[in-house]
Structure formats: structure tokens, C-alpha cells
């Protein structure tokens, strides 16, 4: 990755459901808004932000592992996010947990990436300037 900028189209297909483009090398993927406003076909924006903000810590922790030379045979996260109304009534995204699982064998690197990874990621930094994130790891035995 390098510093610039990135691009994505978003385009109205019907009612609440959108066409979310990339560019011409990436599939396009949909959104929807959930019933009664959209047909709840797709996830909504807000579910995408959790999905990118979990996909971005794995991200994350892997590279920092595999910089280590260490493997991560696997690795999953679950993410909530709290949705409040503000003073003025309207829907925000208060709080997100992010609960991770990875499987590892080598817990000494382990332990130096837990220190550092989150650093890294660059969307739940960047979220983080205005929703907080608190991130949980529950390390997974390799069986």
C-alpha cells in the first residue's frame, strides 16, 4: 500500500439498494437498507464499517506474524457495533467490540504483535478519531 488516494462509485440500483463499485479488477458488491426504509437483501453501510474494521485488524495481526515468521493457521473476529440515537434523535454508531480468534504457536511473538498490530490497521485508527473500538483477543489452540 502506498499513500494517494482510492476511489469507489456508488450507484442507486432501486429504492434503498445500491451497486458499490471499485474498479474494473474488483467485483462489485451491493448494499441495502434493512426493512421497512430498503428490502434488507444486502448488509448496509454500517454493517460494511464493522466488516472492514474486523477485517482490517486480521489484516493486521497476520502481517505483523508473518513479518515475525510466524503462522497464523487461522484467524476470525466478530465485531458489535452499538447503534444509539444522538441529543437530536438520530441513529449513530456509539461503540464498536471487536473479539478476535486467531490460532498460533508461538506466543512470544505473539505477545510483541498484540503490542503493536492495531497501530497498523488503518481503518480502526481512523474510525477510532470518532467511535471507540476496544478490540479483545481469545488466542485459539491449534488442534
Same mark, same amino acid.
Given at each position: 500500500? %502506498?499513500?494517494? %488516494? &482510492? ?6 440500483? +432501486?429504492?434503498? #439498494?445500491?451497486?458499490?463499485? &471499485?474498479?474494473? #479488477? ?5 448494499? =441495502?437498507?434493512?426493512? !421497512? *426504509?430498503? #428490502? ?5 453501510? $454500517? #454493517? ?5 474494521? $474486523? ?5 493486521? *495481526?497476520? &502481517? ?6 510466524? +503462522? ?5 473476529? +466478530?465485531?458489535?457495533?452499538?447503534? %444509539? ?11 464498536? *467490540? @471487536?473479539?478476535? &480468534? ?8 505473539? =505477545? ?5 498490530? +492495531? =497501530?497498523?490497521?488503518? @481503518? ?9 473500538? =476496544?478490540?479483545?483477543?481469545? !488466542?485459539?489452540?491449534?488442534?
Amino acid at each position: 500500500m %502506498e499513500e494517494g %488516494e &482510492f476511489h469507489t462509485r456508488v450507484c442507486r440500483v +432501486e429504492e434503498y #439498494k445500491f451497486r458499490v463499485s &471499485f474498479n474494473n #479488477k474488483i467485483e462489485d458488491i451491493y448494499t =441495502d437498507e434493512p426493512e !421497512p *426504509l430498503g #428490502k434488507g437483501e444486502y448488509p448496509n453501510a $454500517g #454493517k460494511l464499517l464493522a466488516a472492514a474494521v $474486523g477485517n482490517c485488524l486480521c489484516a493486521s *495481526l497476520v &502481517f505483523c506474524m508473518e513479518k515475525s515468521h510466524a +503462522e497464523v493457521p487461522s484467524i476470525s473476529a +466478530e465485531v458489535s457495533a452499538k447503534l %444509539e440515537r444522538n441529543e437530536h434523535g438520530r441513529f449513530r454508531i456509539t461503540h464498536m *467490540l @471487536v473479539n478476535m &480468534f486467531p490460532q498460533f504457536e508461538d506466543t512470544a511473538r505473539f =505477545d510483541r504483535c498484540r503490542q503493536v498490530f +492495531e =497501530d497498523f490497521c488503518i @481503518v480502526t485508527q481512523s474510525v477510532r478519531a470518532g467511535i471507540p473500538v =476496544d478490540v479483545q483477543i481469545y !488466542p485459539v489452540k491449534k488442534s
